[in-house]
């Protein structure tokens, strides 16, 4: 600010040698550790200025909301405020205080971070809230978001493919566009591959600047990619497993099937059943877990997201796997759409029931897939007569809108241009 006040004239600095060296005392100075007045030691000038905050839903929407966030330090009095929005600053003295769970994480250079988090519990539907985290002394801003209706009532969301790749170079725009396209969205949902690197915190770091302030306000359902997993080919056994970064960033749901809390899980929102599949592991335990779930669903609509797609239009073989162990549960209880990554293309099939086509009849699933990232494949074509559309080449966000007898999905490029479009009915 003191620097900004005056504009320097270079010329009459290097006439004025005293002056110079004033001037690089005072910028060595500003530069130098301050050192601890005890010990002589350097001390560590890490601020608990929270960061990465997200809201994710929780199993029950209507009441209750998940945020997660990161300090540098330890936050020991790490929390979180809540309160009824109004209108007026004035809403912030009503508001009540939650203390957050604390968990240490080792990132990929051994540095140590903190990850906080907090479930808002008894809230009421249909409102909207403001919340703030920090640890009584540094706070973030406040920021809002609406808690779901506990009533079947129309809303819209946001599905994302893959961001994966120049993710803060080239997927903030897509980001953006969808944001300004669907602001009223009440979440978004990404299907895994958000980084290319799961274990590495600087990609997600891109993530959290490409996002900006929009996970602060809108809420997130996530399921992992191959990417959030190590190499397949190289890890066998128990090894197998999720990258230790993927669980502390996020709180989801963790009524899923043992052992993949937080990556398979269930949701309803406002008349839609969301299933969240991990398409990386535990494949027969989850079909077994979303027959359980299925059978037992009140609601109108069913949404499944899975990140490797049931019919691949990738360059990858064929894996029959998916297909033979869900296929049947999605043809039985019929479910409506399935959400997928993972190839790099957009594709949309006809409605299917047991691999075939239904024409001209309200019945049988959509799988549609999407990339919002730049690298692209090209489309394989082996299921061409189940496909309604196919493309590639193209950074692409979808909004989703639910309506008590239509569903609609529109695809956007991150240029706004719609590319795609198409309803469901009941
Ligand atoms: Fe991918
Ligand atoms: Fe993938």
């Known amino acids: 600010m003191f620097f900004n006040s005056r ?81 007026s600053p004035d809403f912030a003295t009503k508001a009540s205080t939650t203390p957050a769970l604390n968990e240490t994480v080792t990132l990929d250079d051994n540095s140590i971070v903190f990850s906080h988090s907090v479930v808002f519990k008894e809230l009421t539907p249909g409102t909207l809230y403001a919340y703030r985290v920090g640890n009584g002394t540094v706070w973030s801003e406040w920021n809002q ?10 809303f819209s969301f946001v599905y994302f493919g893959d961001p994966q790749e120049q993710v803060k170079s080239l997927c ?12 009223d969205a009440a979440f978004w949902h990404f299907v895994g591959d958000l980084v290319d690197n799961g274990d590495k915190d600087r990609e997600w770091e891109e993530l959290f600047d490409a996002i900006g302030f929009i996970p602060r306000v809108t809420p997130m359902i996530l399921v992992p990619g191959n990417h959030e997993y190590p190499d397949r080919r190289r890890i066998k056994g128990d090894a197998f497993r999720i990258f230790p970064l993927w669980r502390p960033q996020f709180t989801l749901p963790e009524n899923g ?21 991990n398409g990386n592991e535990q494949l027969e335990v989850q079909a077994q877990w979303l027959e359980t779930i299925l059978a037992d669903n009140p609601q109108p609509w069913t ?43 957009y594709a ?43 493309a590639t080449g193209q950074q692409l966000f979808q909004v989703i809108r639910v309506d008590n007898n239509t569903l609609t999905c529109e695809a956007f490029d991150s240029a706004g241009n719609r590319l795609d479009k198409f309803q469901l009915k009941k």
């Open 7 to 87: 504009k320097w004239d270079l010329k009459s600095i290097q006439s004025k040698p005293l002056l110079l060296l004033v001037a690089l005392l005072l910028t060595v100075g500003c530069a130098t550790t301050p050192l601890n007045t005890l010990s002589g030691q350097p001390q560590l000038q890490q601020s608990p200025i929270p960061s990465r905050i997200i809201l994710n839903l929780t199993q029950t929407p209507a009441s209750s909301q998940a945020v997660t966030w990161r300090t540098p330090s330890i936050a020991t009095n790490s929390r979180a405020e809540i309160a009824k929005a109004t209108g």
């Open 145 to 154: 978001f609406r808690t779901a209706q506990n009533t079947f009532t129309p």
């Open 172 to 183: 903030s725009r897509t980001f953006r566009t969808a944001f300004s396209t669907a602001p």
């Open 257 to 277: 099937p043992k052992g993949l809390e937080e990556t398979a899980y269930f949701l309803d929102y406002q008349g839609v059943r969301f299933i969240m599949l």
């Open 303 to 345: 949404i499944a997201a899975i990140h490797q797609p049931i019919y691949s239009t990738g360059h990858r073989g064929r894996d029959h796997r998916r297909q033979e162990l869900f296929v049947p549960i999605f043809d039985r209880f019929s479910v409506d759409l399935v959400l997928q990554g993972h190839d790099h293309t």
């Open 348 to 390: 949309r099939t006809k409605r299917l029931v047991s691999g075939q086509a239904i024409v001209g009849q309200n019945r049988g699933t959509v799988y549609v897939t999407s990339v919002s990232g730049p690298k692209s494949y090209p489309v394989n074509h082996r299921y061409d007569p189940l496909m309604e559309v196919t």
